[in-house]
C-alpha cells in the first residue's frame, strides 16, 4: 500500500504535517477529512526513484539526522508489541504514530510499505543501511528465521543502548580535557599576539641588546602578526594531507598497526578492541547467526584493518576445523583472558555467555583507563600553560631588570 506524505489545516487553521497509507490519493485525502481536517497538499513517498532516494540520504546527512538513541527506542516499542502478539504492519503502525522524528516517521513508513508489499523486515531494513547497520539487520534476518524477532529486537535495543551509554562516558571523559586545551590554546595565541607586541615595544627604543628569550618572544609575537595566514595555510595543507594518507588503504593500516604497538595506547587500543569483538559476537550468536557469518559481521565494525585481516584468517582456520580460541591464541592483539574465555565457551557450549562477561569486564576496563588518562592529562596541560605563561613573564621581565641595574 502506496505511503504519502500530507500537509493540512486543523480546525483552528494551522498547519500539520503527517504521514498516512492508503490504495490512492483519493483515499489519503478522505482519511483527512474523516479527522476534521483540510487537506493542502499530498504527496506519496513510497515510490521514490534513484534520484530522490540519494536525495533523502543526504538531507539525514546533512542534518535532518536520526539519533542512534531513537533507533534504540523504537527498536525496543517494536519488541514490545511484537511480544505482545501483534502482527508486524500493526506494530509498525503503532511506530509510525508514536514517532516524533519526521525523517524517521517516513522511513517507518516506507519499511511498512515494503513489508506490505510481501518483503521480508530484513530485505525492508537493508534498504536503509545509514540508519541500520550489518550487524542490526543480519540479526533480524536470524530473529525471522527463528521465529523469534521480538526476542532478537530485544536483544539489539539493549545491545545499542549499552554501546552508546560507553561512547557517552568515554566523550564525558574526554570534553573537560579537550575543551581545557583548545581555551589554553586561544588565550596563549592572543596574549603573544597582541599583549605581548604592546609591552616589548617599549625596549625597541633602548640601544640594550636583549636577552636571548625576550628575543625570542619578539620573534613569535612578529611571526604570528605578519604571518598569521602562512601558519594558517601550512595547517590546512598538514591537515589536508594527513586526512588524504589515512583515507588510504596504505595509511589506515600504518595508522591501525601504530595503536596497537605504541606502549602508550597498545593496551587501550586491545582492550577497547576485546570489549567490541566480544559484546557484537556474543549478540550475534545469541541471535542464532552462524560463528562463520557472525566473525564476517564483527570485522567489520572492529574498525582495525589489522584486526580485520586477524579475523580472515580465523574464518577460514574454523572452515578447516580449527577452533576460534586455537587461532587466537597465536595472536598478540587479542588479550589472554579473552581467548581463555573463549576457550571455556566453546568447551561448555556457552560461547555468547562467556564472550558477554569477557565484554563486560574490558568496558569496565576501558572506562577506568580513560578515567586515569584524563586524570594524568590534566596536570600536564596545566604544567604546560604554566611553562609558557613563565617564559612570556621572564621574557619580559629580563630586560627590565637589566635597565635597573644599568641605571644603578
Request: proline share 4%; with cysteine; hydrophobic share 45%.
Amino acid at each position: 500500500m502506496p505511503v504519502y506524505e500530507f500537509t493540512a489545516l486543523d480546525g483552528s487553521g494551522k498547519k500539520i504535517k503527517g504521514i498516512l497509507d492508503g490504495d490512492s490519493e483519493s483515499a489519503v485525502r478522505q482519511k483527512i477529512r474523516s479527522q476534521g481536517n483540510y487537506p493542502v497538499e499530498i504527496r506519496e513517498t513510497s515510490s521514490r526513484t534513484k534520484k530522490e532516494k540519494k536525495g533523502s540520504l543526504l538531507s539525514i546527512q546533512l542534518g535532518r539526522r536520526v539519533a542512534p538513541q531513537e533507533i534504540h527506542v523504537v527498536t525496543r516499542q517494536l519488541a514490545t508489541l511484537l511480544g505482545a502478539g501483534i502482527p508486524l504492519v500493526q506494530s509498525l503502525d503503532g511506530l509510525i504514530e508514536q514517532t516524533a522524528n519526521p525523517v524517521l516517521k517516513k522511513i517507518i513508513a516506507q519499511i511498512k510499505d515494503a513489508v506490505n508489499e510481501g518483503n521480508s523486515l530484513t530485505v525492508a531494513l537493508e534498504e536503509h543501511p545509514r540508519l541500520f547497520s550489518k550487524i542490526y539487520v543480519n540479526m533480524v534476518r536470524a530473529g525471522e528465521a527463528s521465529g523469534s524477532l521480538d526476542v532478537v529486537l530485544e536483544r539489539l535495543a539493549e545491545f545499542g543502548e549499552n554501546q552508546q551509554a560507553l561512547r557517552s562516558r568515554i566523550k564525558a571523559a574526554l570534553l573537560y580535557p579537550l575543551f581545557m586545551a583548545l581555551v589554553g590554546t586561544v588565550v596563549l595565541v592572543l596574549l603573544i599576539t597582541f599583549i605581548v607586541p604592546s609591552i616589548t615595544g617599549v625596549f625597541e627604543g633602548t640601544q640594550q641588546a636583549l636577552p636571548v628569550p625576550t628575543l625570542l618572544l619578539i620573534g613569535l609575537s612578529t611571526l604570528l602578526q605578519q604571518f598569521w595566514w602562512l601558519l594558517l595555510l601550512i595547517l590546512a595543507l598538514s591537515s589536508l594531507g594527513l586526512s588524504y594518507g589515512l583515507s588510504t588503504s596504505r595509511g589506515k593500516k600504518l595508522l591501525d598497526r601504530a595503536k596497537l604497538a605504541l606502549p602508550g595506547l597498545r593496551s587501550l587500543n586491545t582492550k577497547i578492541a576485546a570489549a567490541r569483538f566480544g559484546r557484537t559476537l556474543a549478540s550475534l550468536l545469541a541471535a542464532g547467526v552462524p560463528l562463520t557469518a557472525s566473525l564476517e559481521i564483527v570485522k567489520n565494525i572492529i574498525n582495525n584493518t589489522i584486526l580485520e585481516e586477524i579475523i580472515n584468517q580465523a574464518c577460514a582456520e574454523l572452515e578447516k576445523g580449527r577452533s576460534l580460541s586455537q587461532f587466537l591464541r597465536d595472536s598478540p592483539y587479542f588479550p589472554p583472558m579473552l581467548v581463555q574465555m573463549i576457550a571455556v565457551g566453546e568447551q561448555s557450549g556457552a560461547l555468547e555467555k562467556m564472550l558477554e562477561k569477557a565484554a563486560d569486564s574490558y568496558e569496565k576496563e576501558v572506562e577506568a583507563a580513560i578515567l586515569a588518562l584524563t586524570s594524568m592529562i590534566e596536570p600536564v596541560m596545566i604544567l604546560v600553560m604554566g611553562v609558557a605563561v613563565s617564559f612570556i613573564v621572564i621574557s619580559i621581565l629580563l630586560p627590565i631588570f637589566e635597565m635597573n641595574q644599568l641605571i644603578r
